[in-house]
């Protein structure tokens, strides 16, 4: 069916009323001073994710309308196909039937021909009261009649003959493709496990290659830390043979004392690894030395008070005269408000005086709301 279109002036029609809708909604939207000052239509927003969920609601449900529909058209069809199977097989055998009982070739006008008399319709009336038009079988007629029907035999057997010859070397051409068919599978079975048996033995022998380096591995590591057992345990014997026969068991003081370097207080040096522990002299010289720098930590200590102490001092007197300035500035900051104030009184009486004299003798013609309503009264 073809679709009939809309004539052109209800197109332009609809084309006009449809830009004037939008110029509305479009005038509704700029116009609006809520919207326009906040920039965002809350419930705009609110109102299009409600229709959208009722759009996807309704979409699913007409969804599954429609897969109900279509299962129930497609059991009206089966049950349709169904049925109309069974009236071709019902009329298929009432007509199967019929022939058998209604139209068989015994029955004929013509079976006294076809079956040489012997099924043939016995007629009531004798052949003198008949007229020309009774007449079924001519002179000369079905000369020659069994010759030809065994030729027409003969030929429909070599044709059912070479048909179903044909047939066979089909069959035997399709025996011999599927026979052929089959091997080449055959072929490609064996194939496809001569690969898998050679990818078998690779992968043995590749984990016989890996399991012989890691053994390999393995014993090389076993010989190398065995190797730097003993070199350890021999370095340990060394160094306990060492320690046994050196100075540090022996306590001996003069292994202590390097001759020949020194610093400038002391001649001799000393070996740190092998000094047991300072003389008496050298004691009471690091003991003197403490009391001194402890005398003059005192001393330190009771100078940094006096300064503190005048620091203290100096910051109360600082403190006190920021208090006294600050005073005097509050002070200043209240009377030049006071003043400010007589200002602003002055200035509000002579605004009110001169706002009263606008309004009751300049601005005596006041525009309308009719004036001010013709502005800003399009979007474009």
Known sequence: MFRAEPPEKDIVAKAVERRRAAEAARRVRIFNTKNR????????????????????????????????????????????????????????????????????????????????????????????????????????????????????????????????????????????????????????????????????????????ALSSYNQAQAEERTERLRQEKMKKEGEELMEVKHMVTSDLLTECLEAAERQGVGTADRTPGILCDRWKGMRAEQLSAIHRQQEEQRSEKERQRQIERQTELAWDVELMRQARAQEEEEKRLRELERERRIQLDNVNQQLATEQRAYQQYLNKNVYTNRPSARFFSQFGSSTR
């Open 37 to 208: 000052v906040m920039g965002l239509d809350l419930p705009a927003i609110e109102n299009q994710v409600t229709e959208k969920r009722e759009r996807e609601k309704m979409e699913k449900q007409r969804d599954r309308a429609y897969e109900l529909l279509g299962a129930t058209i497609d059991e009206v069809l089966r049950k349709r196909q169904t049925e109309e199977e069974e009236r071709r097989t019902e009329l298929s055998r009432d007509l199967v039937h019929f022939w058998a009982t209604e139209q068989r070739a015994e029955d004929s006008r013509d079976a006294d021909l076809t079956f040489n008399h012997q099924g043939a319709v016995k007629l009531s009336h004798p052949k003198s009261e008949m007229g020309p038009a009774c007449m079924q079988v001519f002179a000369g007629e079905g000369i020659g009649e069994r010759e030809k029907k065994r030729a027409q035999m003969e030929e429909n057997e070599r044709v059912l003959r070479a048909q179903r010859d044909e047939r066979e070397q089909r069959q035997q051409k399709q025996k011999l493709r599927e026979l052929l068919t089959d091997m080449e599978m055959v072929q490609l079975d064996q194939r496809a496990v001569h690969l898998d048996a050679l990818e078998s033995e690779c992968k043995r022998a590749a984990c016989i």
